[in-house]
């Protein structure tokens, strides 16, 4: 079969026979990867460099990924996978030159978050979770001497990372964090567990929050450390078996006695919740990007198979049913982008986006499991079959409500600063 394209098979009700016979009929759709199936209005607010390097990055998963998107489903992502996306420079977008980045910024990030996540939504979340939420820490915070070892081997994708930010008992309130450091000499050790996190069994390398004074507020008394996971006491209790995203490896930790070197304090000493939370804004823009992407095929199937599937002696895109729906997640995926891409150049000013990066998360991320859920009804019964990719989209859509700030929280944090803005 041609690479980007899916074998449909459906019966067609025989109109000239008996209502209890049906002709089988197959159909294969073409879905061309080389370039979106619709235009988006959304791209006049691109530069004609980003629109180049979007076509660039379909190019490369084209070839590279959309080939074996429905087999790296069954997991773990192929590790020689995020090398190659490492060495087509797609790790580093976001990253200094210094440490092998292309320093093009946020809004180029999210262009390859939407791409790989419209052909894999999981690679896609194993690749981000090792390039900004492990990687932007380091980047902003890490020193020169971090950067080259810890960072850099991470953007070229020979080295892969993790967050350690939730566990067992604390989620959103990040705050309640109970993994502890304690001083011992030149050294720190580590003791707490770390769960759903995304490459924990995969890193080589983790971010880990963690209390060193537990005498004072957690905002004061977190401290950010990065961990090679080759070190003693440092274990993975299980990978958890999860609802969606089966092709990335999300997992529960465990820090037994483990002993760090001082040297590999991330930022300074009880930076840690500052450090945590301006990694969150750049990961809340780049999982609304992904979110483009989970919906952004289940809509495209859903174009093609409307004006495919005939019913009554007619196409169903011919039924406001279906055609309304259509409608509905034009606009959400016109919507969406524009949000997502208002954040992302906020952000590569170096304006706070704290507001603005949760409404487009927490948009789209919504958007996302209605358009596929919506795809899904538009399919039929095809559509709750594995023969097209639409029950993969909106089994992995559902997670991003939930993770990386929960759509509960984030409603939260966006009233909160219309507040501050406007009293």
């Known amino acids: 079969m041609p690479q980007g394209t899916w074998r449909i098979k459906y019966y067609k009700k025989n109109l000239k026979n008996s209502p209890s016979r049906y002709k089988f009929k ?14 988006y209005l959304s791209d006049i607010f691109w530069t004609e460099d980003e629109l180049k390097f979007r076509k660039e990055v379909r190019a490369f998963c084209d070839k590279e990924i959309y080939p074996i998107a429905d087999d790296i489903d069954k997991g773990p992502y192929p590790r020689d996978l995020l090398r190659k996306i490492g060495q087509a420079g797609l ?32 690679l896609d979340m194993a690749r981000m979770a090792s390039t900004t939420l492990y990687g932007m820490p380091v980047a902003r915070f890490g020193t020169a001497e971090q950067k080259k070892k810890y960072l850099e081997p991470v953007v070229k994708g020979d080295k892969i990372g993790c967050i350690g930010i939730t566990e067992p008992d604390v989620g959103s309130d990040t705050a309640g964090m109970k993994t502890q450091a304690t001083r011992d000499g030149d050294d720190w050790v580590i003791n707490g567990e770390k769960r759903f996190i995304t490459n924990g069994s995969q890193a080589d390398f983790m971010c880990c929050f963690a209390i060193t004074n537990p005498d004072v507020k957690s905002k004061k008394g977190m401290t950010a450390f990065i961990v090679d996971t080759k070190a003693d006491g440092f274990s993975v209790v299980k990978d958890h078996d999860l609802l969606g995203m089966k092709s990335a490896r999300v997992s529960w930790l465990k820090m037994d006695d483990m002993r760090i070197s001082s040297d590999m304090i991330l930022g300074d000493l009880g930076q840690g919740f ?16 992904e979110a483009i992407g989970y919906a952004r095929t289940p809509y495209e199937v859903a174009i093609k198979y409307s004006n495919e599937r005939e019913q009554f002696g007619r196409p169903i895109r011919a039924f406001e049913g279906v055609s309304f729906k259509i409608a509905d997640m034009a606009m959400k995926l016109e919507a969406g982008r524009a949000l997502t891409l208002t954040a992302a150049r906020m952000y590569d000013k170096g304006m706070k ?16 499991i209605a358009i596929s859920n919506d795809a899904i009804q538009i399919l039929g019964g095809m559509g709750y079959t594995t023969d097209y990719p639409v029950e993969r989209f909106y089994r992995d859509a559902r997670l991003m409500t939930i993770g990386g700030g929960t759509a509960e929280i984030l409603r939260f944090l966006i009233q909160r600063e219309v507040f501050k803005e406007m009293l």
Do not use: Q
């Not at 197959?26 to 199936?37: H, K, L, N």
């Not at 500052?274 to 990007?289: C, F, G, N, V």
């Not at 990066?357 to 948009?363: G, P, Y």
């Open 26 to 39: 197959e159909s294969v759709f073409e879905m061309s990867r080389g370039f979106t199936m619709v235009d």
């Open 91 to 122: 790790m580093g977008v976001h990253h200094d030159k210094e440490v092998g980045g292309t320093e093009r910024g946020l809004s180029y990030e999210i262009i390859v978050a939407e791409e790989i996540s419209a052909a894999n939504g999981g």
């Open 274 to 289: 500052h450090i945590l939370m301006d990694e969150l804004d750049s990961e809340r823009t780049a999982i609304a990007a």
């Open 353 to 368: 986006i704290t507001k603005e990066a949760s409404i487009a998360k927490l948009f789209t991320t919504e958007a996302a």
